[in-house]
């Protein structure tokens, strides 16, 4: 008899893509897809653990299973990602629902099938965390499964080496691993044959690739290579450390017609007191330098960031100081995070906790701040034509959908189908981060 998987993702692209390549996997040993948990034969949790919520969404919902596990003991619970990856996490989570069979994390979903086969011969449950290795077997291959046309991931890098103190993805994603460029191209390469239109790459600082390798091959010079085809794509990147972001990738962004003018430069914080104590390396006017330098090389260039509020120590002052440099830096949208203590990061042992209510406050008053910025930036979209790259129809609100090159997204009707499509919008509404318009032929 046939059989289904269902996987529910948390957290970053990373781990969306993450997912493709559990889908894969679990093709590859026969399953099928069900996107109803109820009807699947196993549900894969791939998981994050960002900030304390991202870990609660995913505790609430794996315990939402006993009573279908128990009713239907057949089906088979995994999970994996980088909440199992933490220290002491497998065990945690097995104690408190002993109904999970597999437990996996970060350095070992490649072998996901091994442990499907293993559950199936034995009652007890099957939990394999492994410690970082240098180079991930698997990391190299494209095994993914994907559902996101016209739009593709690739991983350039996995790890991360920067330990911003507040930060756990380093200790959940070991050292930067660097693909080699030849087998990233190929990836990109046969994604493009195959008709997708927009490529992601996925890295946790893209500015450091190739850096484990002896820097001999750098990502300026990737982008270079991947933009030597000819037809009509676009290629977009993220993350890009703003302490490693420099001239040449600002000149690879010009050059490279299909590098997508709109650059994630998250940079948490505008008060260079708590930037040093975040240990990211850079000041706020080191950071402002660079966004004028982007935005005389590239002219309208968009850029996004993400902000943090609540760090530990953070004065109203500190506040103040990031509330200055969003306008300065003119963000056409940012993604604004309250500080959450991880265990094992040098932030959550240090003294200067801020309390819930103060972190609340600033947190409303930094989202209105922002908004205030993209509300702007939209009304300046009325009555201008732009090129969006159909991606998905709302079934809701009936209307095709997609994203211009600055990643806001364009909705618009048509009898035909336009997925996978470069259209002309004309925009005749500009609400809150989203445009409507119609078809220009
Ligand atoms: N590698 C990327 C960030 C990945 S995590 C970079 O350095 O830019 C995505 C975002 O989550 C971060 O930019 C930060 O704003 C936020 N974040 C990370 N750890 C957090 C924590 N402990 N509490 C709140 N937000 C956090
Ligand atoms: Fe976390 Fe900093 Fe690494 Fe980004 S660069 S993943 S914020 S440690
Ligand atoms: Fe991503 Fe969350 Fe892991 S943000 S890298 S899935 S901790």
Redesign the pocket.
Known sequence: MEKSYCIVTYGCQMNVHESEKIAGILRAKGYTREAREEEADIIVFNTCCIRENAENHAYGNIGALKKMKKARPSLLIAVGGCMTQQDGAAEKLKKKFPFVDIVFGTHNLEELGRLIDLKEGRKKAVVEIVPGKERVEGEDKDISFRTSYPNAWVNIMYG?N???S??I??YVRGRERSRRPENILAEANALLDEGYKEITLLG??VNSYGNDAGGVFTFPQLLDKICKRKEKFRLRFM?S?PKDFGEELIRAVAENEQVCNLIHL?VQAGSDRILKLMNRKYTAEEYLKKVELLRKAVPGCCLTTDLMVGFPTETEEDFQDTLRLVKEAGFSTAFTFVYSPRAGTAAAAMEGQIPDEVKKDRIMRLVEAVNSGTRELSSAYLGKTVEILCEDFDEKKKLYLGRDEYGRMGYFQSEENHIGEFVRLKIEEAAGISLQGSLVK
Do not use: A, W
């Open positions: 991360c920067n330990f911003c507040y930060c993805v380093p946790q600082n993350t450390n998250p």
